[in-house]
T-cell receptor
Framework: QSALTQPPSASGSPGQSVTISCTGT?????????VSWYQQHPGKAPKLMIY???KRPSGVPDRFSGSKSGNTASLTVSGLQAEDEADYYC???????????FGTGTKVTVL | QITLKESGPTLVKPTQTLTLTCTFS??????????VGWIRQPPGKALEWLAL?????????SPSLKSRLTITKDTSKNQVVLTMTNMDPVDTATYYC?????FGSGYFDYWGQGTLVTVSS
């Protein structure tokens, strides 16, 4: 099972928006609404930001939103803030044999 | 409040077997739908999904590592154990355990702090 494909980096100025893509196949991202997104600051554990494509856990700012079209999921961070600078990983269910897979990760820089 | 903490050796030799323990609190692995998973991250690299065990002892493994992994639970001790055989330097990584909240949930909502395991002779 191959990792989902994410761009290595993305950036934006404070207050702007940045969108990160997560591309898979019809066997994972495109086949199920079980895409989640995690934020990871250096030296820290990942933190759940989005689950089931577009749902936000309690406590996650509504600046974070998720969507999916075909085999590609996206995470948008609106109104960028300095603390949003981190690595972001997507994850998707991939069926009963492969089960779950993470993305390659995207480093978001706030300029 | 849900917490998880990984423990185990920080250094293992090539070909040895790694045993990691995840000790958790704030939930029970006897609750229907709940699970605990293991994820690792080599230094400077991406997350990699390893294994997951559910309340009913259903177990799932990464296809690429399935032959080397075993996941078990001790509900009475609130612990989940992951063993990985035939360790190699490429298995050097931070290993995380995480909470799977329930039926149909394909995500981990609480994570441990992680434990760095180095494989070297």
């Amino acid at each position: 099972q191959s990792a989902l494909t994410q761009p290595p980096s993305a950036s934006g100025s404070p207050g702007q928006s940045v969108t990160i893509s997560c591309t898979g196949t019809s066997s994972d991202v495109g086949g199920y609404n079980y895409v989640s997104w995690y934020q990871q600051h250096p030296g820290k554990a990942p933190k759940l930001m989005i689950y089931e494509v577009s749902k936000r856990p309690s406590g996650v700012p509504d600046r974070f939103s998720g969507s999916k079209s075909g085999n590609t999921a996206s995470l948008t961070v609106s109104g960028l803030q300095a603390e949003d600078e981190a690595d972001y990983y997507c994850s998707s269910y991939a069926g009963s044999n492969n089960f779950e897979v993470f993305g390659t990760g995207t480093k978001v820089t706030v300029l | 409040q849900i917490t998880l903490k990984e423990s185990g050796p920080t250094l293992v030799k090539p070909t040895q077997t790694l045993t990691l323990t995840c000790t958790f609190s704030g939930f029970s692995l006897s609750t229907s739908g709940v699970g605990v998973g293991w994820i690792r991250q080599p230094p400077g690299k991406a997350l990699e999904w390893l294994a997951l065990i559910y309340w009913d002892d259903d177990k799932r493994y990464s296809p690429s590592l399935k032959s080397r992994l075993t996941i078990t639970k001790d509900t009475s001790k609130n612990q989940v154990v992951l063993t990985m055989t035939n360790m190699d330097p490429v298995d050097t990584a931070t290993y995380y355990c995480a909470h799977r909240p329930g039926f149909g949930s394909g995500y981990f909502d609480y994570w441990g702090q992680g434990t760095l395991v180095t494989v070297s002779s």
